[in-house]
């Protein structure tokens, strides 16, 4: 136990140090850009700051419980990005040629989103059964032609041209995901935070969240035991699949009311979502903070660069530091078949 | 070189796998050493060649107490080893491999090919090694790779040479010229170990004896102060256990058929398998891991398809099943390797108790699963087949072997199905959870059950088996009454590899 204190307070000095020489570097002041920096990221007036940085996490928790989903049943999906994409741009194009809004539409364009990057996920798995492409290979793959496909599409057919960027024409606004009253925060967070109890529920009590978790911690013994490791496999991708584009479709409806070429790949919302989920060591409940930690890191740099003059790459190397001691003390995800004792 | 082991043990946790063992190996003699898997023979040559540098006891070398730190303070000292599996750069010719780590340099620190050919030609010259060093390693046979692996030893002066099981991947032929080269080594004055379970092998080339049980060092002896059988007696463990209580039984329904199946990778001759068990009996299958037992335990399972034939559990073809319709069906299996098919090690006793029950009414609605119940049911698992662990939510991880074992049989007797498979079930256990699980195999029996038992240790088949089925090389012989065979008899079936006259003895076995 004073080993992991002691650990701990190492780490922390270092980082701080690390911190501090790289300010003294980029030649800013050193309180003012850590007041900078949490203004930047839970502050603001009437706390905007801090709504910007709740946006944010939704987005990432979104991403970070689509790879959680994945991973725990043993499918490196590392394709999110892709399905965030189709994800996204399905649910733009139904947006755009919807005839009728209002609630019924958003939930339309919301499952539009969901079922195109829910296929778009089989994909890879249907690559791995009957092609023996690895998960970790196809998913990865898929995310090119699915910027690609996106990109061409929000070129040409799609394109609003008079707008002169390569982008859809905007949605209606009876589209549009309602805001909190008061502020600029819509409530796609909301739908985020619905999908995370949902996600408690699957991994905690149902029978498939059981059986995918069996399945990812030992395929022979889930085979053996007479689980359907296949059927298990497909569903859980196109579940991962379907999430990360509920997360594309919230960005679209919510935040930029379009999609724009590169606008879901660009902030990295699906890598910073896989890295906080094994951030966590694929702990559930975990990823809900684990999102919210990487967002405040986000906003907090951009209001440090503004404010402080502080290139908001510093506050990145730091997450990037935390990321390596943090995956140094959970070494469970990767490894649970090494060193297995009698 | 002249070699001793004095009094060597060595533990793994609280499992005492080498138990002081002494042995000696004398230069120009060829010392085989035998005995089942997980006598503890390759543990014990470990020690010698410096891999496991934690044990007690001494190694003495030409008179001098030597410790190595690790197998390069052996190879120096002139000890080598060819393992089971090769260690060899594929994409490398036989010169670059057998002189790595060793190049001789010229003065500017270049690696001087022409002088390292010319030893190496000597060496394969001198002993009749059947290589070309130009060769490329991939391009070359398993036997060549072999030569390869000893030409890497004699290319380090290595004086005493230690070989794990080194026929194991070889045809008749190259087993000839292996033997052919060992005595070529004899003959230079070399000490040579032979690890294996062959005792054919062993009468063919071996000067020294010694056998080794458990643990134990059973005999060590001249080749010519003993004899075939007195060494299979050693092998096997000369008394049985005394048999545990069994009700009398009068099977008459057969549980379980397999007529005619041919199963993909079993045999080089698909010769089909044919098998009965019938309800209240133990059937067992005796034989040495790697004679086909698996493919046809996966067969059975549903893990791996048929090519043609059928299997009936009672009475209802199950060839095209899956494994969880065969389970539904009535079938329970408990895996040889828990630790990767038998439990989820990272899961915890709940999850890994109810794995192939989930979807069953008593334990959930076919989505969400009752907590409460799952918790009880492990929680009476453990207080019946008395499991120790810490809490039904520790990690399965947590337990010692013997209790993941119990966990396994009790998750998969628990479920009262009318066949229960049964593979090497104490595989790697302590002795009390062996009587333990031996127990409740035969109170299963006892209820009308039929029990199908693959093991590779005669003691447990014959112990507790009604029929017995020896698999020998991807055939299985006719069932034998287990009151008319004797172990010996056993001893030799399993034995026999390779033996062209196998499917003859076969045959004449029929009781």
Same mark, same amino acid.
Do not use: C
């Given at each position: 136990m004073t080993h992991r204190l002691y650990s701990l307070l190492a780490a922390s000095m270092l980082l701080l140090v690390t911190f501090a020489s790289l300010i003294w570097l980029a030649d800013a002041d050193f309180f003012k850009s850590i007041m900078a920096f949490f203004k930047g990221a839970f502050g603001g007036r009437k706390y905007a700051y801090l709504l910007v940085t709740i946006s944010k996490a939704a987005l990432i928790t979104g991403m970070a419980i689509a790879a959680l989903i994945a991973f725990r049943a /043993?499918?490196?999906?590392?394709g999110g990005e892709g399905q965030l994409v189709i994800g996204g741009l399905a649910s733009a194009f139904v947006a755009i040629n919807l005839p009728f809004g209002g609630p019924a539409g958003i939930f339309l364009v919301l499952l539009a989103g969901m079922i195109a990057a829910g296929v778009w996920a089989i994909i890879a798995g249907i690559m791995k059964l009957w092609? /023996? @492409? +690895?998960i970790l290979v196809g998913t990865l793959l898929l995310n090119y032609p699915a910027r690609y496909i996106a990109s061409y599409f929000v070129s040409h +057919?799609? !394109?609003?041209?008079?707008? /002169?960027? +390569?982008q859809t024409h905007l949605i209606e606004k009876s589209l549009w995901l309602p805001l909190i009253p008061g502020t !600029?925060?819509?409530? /796609?967070f909301i739908f985020i935070l619905f999908v995370f109890c949902l996600v408690l529920i699957y991994c905690y009590r149902t029978v498939g969240g059981y059986e995918a978790k069996m399945t990812g911690l030992s395929i022979d013994f889930a085979n053996a035991s007479g689980l359907k490791t296949k059927k298990i496999s497909l569903e859980t991708l196109a579940l991962s699949g379907a999430i990360a584009g509920l997360v594309g479709a919230i960005a679209v409806l919510g935040l930029h009311h379009r999609f724009t070429d590169g606008m879901l790949v660009q902030p990295l919302y699906a890598w910073t979502g896989i890295v906080a989920a094994l951030m966590v060591s694929l702990i559930p409940w975990a990823v809900l903070p684990a999102g919210f930690f990487f967002a405040a890191i986000h906003s907090g740099a951009s209001g440090m660069e503004r404010?402080?003059? @502080? +290139?908001k790459e510093i506050a990145i190397i730091i997450q990037g530091m935390i990321i390596l001691f943090v995956a140094s003390k959970v070494p469970t995800a990767f490894n649970q078949n090494i060193g297995d004792g009698k | 070189m002249k070699a001793e082991l004095h009094e060597i043990s060595v533990n793994f946790g609280t499992f005492c796998?080498?138990?002081n063992v002494s042995l000696s190996f004398a230069p120009g003699e060829i010392h085989a050493l035998v005995g089942e898997n997980g006598a503890g023979k390759s543990t014990a040559m470990s020690v010698l060649f410096g891999l &496991?540098?934690?044990?007690q006891g001494n190694i003495v070398i030409n008179d001098q107490h030597r410790r190595w730190k690790s197998p390069a303070d052996a190879i120096s000292a002139g000890v080598g080893m060819v393992h089971q599996h090769f260690m060899l750069q594929?994409?490398?010719s036989v010169l670059e491999n057998v002189i790595l780590c060793s190049e001789p340099v010229n003065k500017l620190g270049f690696v001087s090919f022409a002088t390292a050919a010319k030893s190496v030609q000597n060496l394969i010259d001198s002993y009749d %090694?059947?290589?070309?060093?130009?060769?490329?390693?991939?391009? %070359?046979?398993v036997g060549q790779r072999q030569a390869v692996e000893i030409l890497k030893l004699l290319y380090r002066r290595s004086d005493l040479l230690i070989l794990d099981?080194?026929? *194991?991947? %070889?045809t008749p032929n190259e087993k000839n010229e292996l033997f052919q080269s060992l005595s070529n080594f004899k003959a230079s004055g070399k000490s040579i170990i032979l690890i294996t379970h062959k005792i054919d092998e062993v009468m063919m080339i071996a000067d020294k004896v010694s056998v080794m049980r458990s643990g134990n060092l059973i005999s060590s002896k001249l080749l010519k102060n003993t004899s075939k059988d007195e060494i299979q007696q050693n092998i096997i463990g000369g008394t049985l256990p005394k048999p545990i209580k069994r009700k009398k039984m009068h099977p008459k329904n057969i549980g379980f058929e397999m007529k005619k199946v041919i199963i993909p990778?079993?045999?080089? =001759?698909r010769k089909p398998i044919s098998l009965k068990v019938y309800l209240g009996e133990i059937v067992g299958i005796a034989g040495v891991?790697?004679?086909?037992q698996t493919p046809l335990v996966e067969a059975i399972v549903g893990l791996r398809n048929i090519l043609s034939g059928n299997m009936l559990l009672s009475n209802e073809t199950?060839? #095209?099943?899956d494994v969880s319709a065969r389970r539904r069906k009535g079938l329970s299996y408990i895996p040889e390797d828990r630790q990767r098919v038998? %439990? *989820?090690?990272? *899961?915890s006793v709940i999850e890994n108790s109810c794995v192939s029950q989930i979807r069953n009414k008593k334990f959930s609605?076919?989505?969400?699963? &009752?907590l409460q119940h799952l918790r009880k049911f492990s929680e009476q698992l453990v207080s019946e087949y008395d499991i120790r662990v810490?809490?039904?939510?520790?990690?399965? =991880?947590?337990?010692s072997g013997g209790n993941k074992q119990k966990l396994v049989v009790a998750r998969e007797l628990e479920q009262k199905k009318q066949l229960v498979i049964a593979e090497?079930?104490?595989?790697?256990? #302590?002795i009390g959870a062996i009587n333990k699980i031996h127990q409740e195999l035969i109170k299963m029996r006892d209820m009308g059950h039929a029990i199908l038992l693959v093991s590779n240790e005669i003691e447990e088949i014959m112990g507790l088996s009604d029929r017995i089925h020896v698999m020998a090389n991807g055939q299985l012989s006719e069932a034998m009454s287990s009151a008319e065979v004797t172990a010996n008899k056993l001893g030799k079936l399993m034995l026999?590899?390779?033996?062209?006259t196998l499917s003859e003895k076969l045959e004449k076995m029929q009781p």
């Open positions: /043993g499918l490196f999906n590392i092609l /023996g @492409v +690895p +057919p799609l !394109r609003d041209i008079s707008s /002169g960027m +390569p !600029r925060l819509d409530i /796609g404010t402080a003059d @502080v +290139p | 796998a080498v138990n &496991n540098t934690d044990y594929e994409t490398m %090694l059947q290589i070309d060093q130009t060769q490329k390693v991939s391009e %070359l046979s099981e080194p026929t *194991a991947v %070889l990778g079993l045999a080089t =001759r891991s790697g004679n086909g199950i060839s #095209d099943k038998g %439990l *989820a090690l990272d *899961a609605n076919g989505y969400f699963f &009752n810490g809490t039904v939510k520790s990690k399965v =991880r947590t337990m090497n079930p104490t595989w790697g256990v #302590d026999s590899h390779n033996d062209p």
